[in-house]
């Protein structure tokens, strides 16, 4: 028994829903199991992070209602909310896969927060980038003034090109909008279904320059752009 969540028949979070209760409700009980494509749909999960799975089961639950669940691995300060205890340091959760569905197409209940939360996954993804470090030595090692006025002190590193500006050309240019953007908690960026990652961090990589700033002129560049 397997569910097909990552194939073309997984159009919409409805079309998920469907398929993955089907699948629940004619699934055998209590019988673990493998499922590759619902590990991955799980890393959508707007809250929880799920990580490290041994199997997924389906459990008959409280007023007998039908639970997939999944049973994770998990250390002394895990916080454990799951619905049963497994064997030896397993321990079984439930999956709200519902949520999962929401946060793989983008429609978590928040869309600011949603659209915050993408645009800091899209800068994350920048600054762990090799060329983000060795920039940031490069200019430590050039220089300790601020490229505006010169002052000494805690300095900053800042876009020449507005970060946002370079993160707009970029969607303008795929025809993409923050809106069909769906992420990981693990930080992946997705557009229909394919991770874009790579692919905007060598954009970034390529446009962006950086400079020195005090926190002064960065503050002041930053309500200016
Ligand atoms: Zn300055």
């Not at 209760?21 to 055998?28: C, D, H, I, P, Q």
């Not at 999962?100 to 600011?112: M, P, T």
């Not at 993804?125 to 003034?145: I, M, Y």
């Not at 990589?205 to 309500?223: D, G, M, Q």
Request: aromatic share 8%.
């Amino acid at each position: 028994m397997s569910v097909d969540v990552a194939s073309t028949a997984l159009i919409n979070a409805t079309k998920g829903r469907e398929l993955i209760g089907a699948f629940v409700n004619s699934a055998k009980l209590d019988e673990k199991m493998v499922l590759p494509q619902l590990e991955w749909l799980i890393g959508f999960h707007p809250m929880n992070r799920y990580t490290e799975i041994e199997y997924f089961v389906v459990r008959k639950g409280q007023y007998g209602r039908t639970l997939l669940v999944c049973a994770k691995k998990h250390t002394a300060n895990q916080r454990l909310v799951g619905v049963a205890e497994g064997e030896d340091n397993v321990a079984e959760h439930e999956v709200s896969y519902v949520k999962c569905l929401r946060g793989r197409f983008g429609k978590v209940d928040s869309k600011v927060e949603v659209s915050r939360d993408i645009r800091m996954l899209f800068r994350r993804a920048t600054t762990s980038s090799q060329w983000h470090k060795d920039q940031t030595t490069r200019l430590f090692a050039e220089s300790q003034l601020c490229a505006l006025c010169a002052a000494t002190g805690k300095l900053e590193i800042d876009h020449v090109i507005p970060f946002k500006n370079i993160l707009a050309d970029y969607l303008k240019s795929k025809a993409l909008s923050l809106d069909n953007i769906c992420y990981k908690k693990t930080g992946e960026l997705y557009s229909q279904g394919v991770d874009i990652t790579a692919d905007w961090v060598n954009y970034h990589n390529k446009t962006a320059v950086y400079r020195l700033l005090c926190r002064k002129c960065n503050a002041r560049t930053a309500c200016e752009s």
